[in-house]
């Protein structure tokens, strides 16, 4: 592992406790003592601006505000049609490695990330005392004295953001009661868009449908809207209430697609090396397929994930993972980035096939029920999100949990 990563993993696996509750003490055992910020991205030239702010403010180190995030801001960009969301570190990111398709103007200097707190930071002269001297001012208008809102652990540059607004409610599921619940396995085709291979593979867990009832939400609630996945680097993926509660169709089996089989130009289909019982070439895989939270993949735990921060992609795909299997089985079919083929075998990629991997998140540490409740305040993934991966559970909330 990079020196880079174990940084970045450190900072981000600052304690559960203190990452969920955010409860910084009001006793300072070290009242003389210089404070080192504990989650800030280590290896920036601006750690100095976090030690400042957990001097200030010193019960907040090791908390939620102890994080790039106090005085940056993401932002929002349209790119082919879609609306994309980038966190604090991402925005950053785009002054040196620009992204290409935006229809938005990207940042070009560090100035341009920063939100009104941050920048009120800057303006008062980027030390320790600045901070105090913008204690009383409201920087991001929300009617909160920045002081107030950090006293209570809330955002000063963020207006969603509010003293004694509560977090919404939540119940966190260890790996060892996730197993304790009725388990399901089921066989099926993960069916990507881009990459060379796709694959079938045995999964194991829970039923999300099971999942809310464990919870203590009853999932034929009339009032929900669906539930939404989180990742740890806070990608988000919906799902309707009725792909919650319905099994899926059938998968279907076809067989021979390997490089074994059709050589290493043209296979493109990868097995388990042990399959299910009554698999029939063309067939329909025995067994219901629903979407499912899953801990194991061919018998064995799934992988835990990391992050890898010079592509900013999740490497792994556990220890939670939720599957998703097509809604519209078919066979398999090569990438877009191997397509057309000059296999002549009918398998090259077919836009109009259900490529159900993408929607499979990795790594899921968060299942928000919609519709969350007004007035509180959702759980900030990127920031909270992987110490679940550290823990192996899961924060299920929003409306229904009492």
């Known amino acids: 592992m990079s020196r880079i990563l174990t940084l970045r ?21 070290a009242p003389d003592k210089e404070l080192v910020s504990s989650r800030s991205y280590k290896g920036h030239e601006n750690d100095a601006d976090s030690n400042n702010f957990v001097n200030a403010y010193r019960a907040t180190v090791g908390t939620r505000l102890d994080d790039c995030q106090t005085c940056h801001r993401g932002g929002e960009f349209t790119a082919g049609g879609r609306k994309l969301t980038k966190n604090s570190c991402d925005y950053c990111h785009l002054i040196i490695h620009p992204a290409s398709g935006f229809e938005e103007k990207q940042p070009t200097a560090y100035a341009e990330t920063l939100n009104p707190y941050g920048a009120a930071y800057r303006d008062a002269g980027r030390s320790k005392q600045a901070l105090l001297d913008v204690d009383g001012q409201d920087s991001d208008g929300d009617g909160a004295a ?21 977090n919404a409610p939540q119940k966190t599921f260890t790996l060892a009661e996730l197993e304790a619940l009725a388990a399901h396995d089921q066989f099926q085709l993960n069916n990507s868009t881009k990459q060379e291979f796709d694959d079938y593979a045995s999964y194991k867990g829970v039923k999300l449908r099971d999942l809310l009832v464990a919870a203590g939400v009853d999932p034929a609630d009339p009032k929900i809207t669906g539930v939404t996945v989180i990742a740890p680097d806070g990608y988000l993926k919906d799902f309707s209430i009725e792909q919650v509660n319905k099994a899926y169709p059938k998968g279907l089996f076809y067989a021979g697609l390997d490089t074994a089989t059709l050589g290493p130009a043209c296979g493109f289909v990868t097995y388990p090396e042990e399959l299910p019982e009554g698999l029939v070439d063309g067939g329909e895989i025995p067994g219901e397929q629903w979407l499912l939270l899953a801990y194991e993949r061919d018998g064995r735990p799934l992988d835990p ?7 900013g992609k999740i490497n792994g795909e556990g220890p939670l993972r939720i599957v998703v299997p097509q809604r519209n089985p078919g066979h398999p079919d090569r990438g877009t980035k191997y397509s057309p083929s000059s296999c002549n075998d009918g398998h090259d990629f077919d836009a109009e096939a259900d490529h159900n991997a993408g929607e499979m998140v990795r790594g899921a540490v968060a299942l928000r029920i919609n519709p969350l409740p007004a007035g509180v305040e959702d759980f900030d993934a990127r920031n909270g999100g992987w110490s679940f991966i550290a823990n192996s559970s899961l924060l299920v909330y929003g409306y229904g949990i009492e």
């Not at 993993?9 to 055992?29: F, I, V, Y």
């Not at 920045?146 to 509560?166: H, M, R």
């Not at 994930?305 to 592509?311: F, K």
């Open 9 to 29: 993993l450190a900072a981000a696996l600052a304690g559960l406790a203190a990452l969920l509750a955010c409860s910084g003490s009001s006793e300072d055992p």
């Open 305 to 311: 994930c990391n992050l890898d921060v010079t592509e």
């Open 146 to 166: 920045n002081g107030v809102e950090i006293a209570d652990l809330k955002y000063p540059g963020d207006p969603t953001s509010k003293p004694g607004q509560p």
